[in-house]
């Protein structure tokens, strides 16, 4: 069974950095792409990025210049790297990956990033 496990949320002011990670367990991390996804409550879930398993990057127009999506197959880990962080990318960011043409169903529980005007 495949596993994600998110950490690296927090409190920081506006202006600040945060950088999140997303281990994951159960599968050849080596050949799935990988995304971070971000949620408030009321709205639906936002794609924040996405890395490809040849470390091709996409971005979400809100995300591009400040987000940077990473991954790390020896640790077999996502990171999303978040500089100038404003009050509304205040969420629940949650990591999900892409194996066989599909993106997962099952998602971690999360993290939570609060940013402080």
């Known amino acids: 069974q495949v596993q994600l496990v998110e950490s690296g949320g927090g409190v920081v002011h506006a202006g600040g950095s945060l950088r999140l990670s997303c281990v994951v367990s159960?599968?050849?991390?080596?050949?799935?792409?990988g995304a971070w996804y971000r949620q408030t409550p009321g709205k639906t879930r936002e794609w924040v990025a996405s890395?490809?398993?040849?470390?091709?990057?996409n971005y979400a127009d809100f995300a591009s210049g400040r987000f940077t999506i990473s991954r790390d197959n020896a640790k077999k880990a996502f990171y999303l790297q978040m500089n100038s962080l404003e009050p509304d990318d205040t969420a629940v960011y949650y990591c999900?990956?892409?194996?066989?043409?599909?993106?997962?169903?099952?998602w971690g529980q999360g993290t939570q990033v609060v940013v402080a005007s």
């Open positions: 999900n990956y892409k194996y066989g043409g599909a993106w997962a169903t099952n």
């Open positions: 890395i490809s398993s040849g470390s091709a990057r």
């Open positions: 159960g599968i050849d991390f080596r050949v799935i792409s």
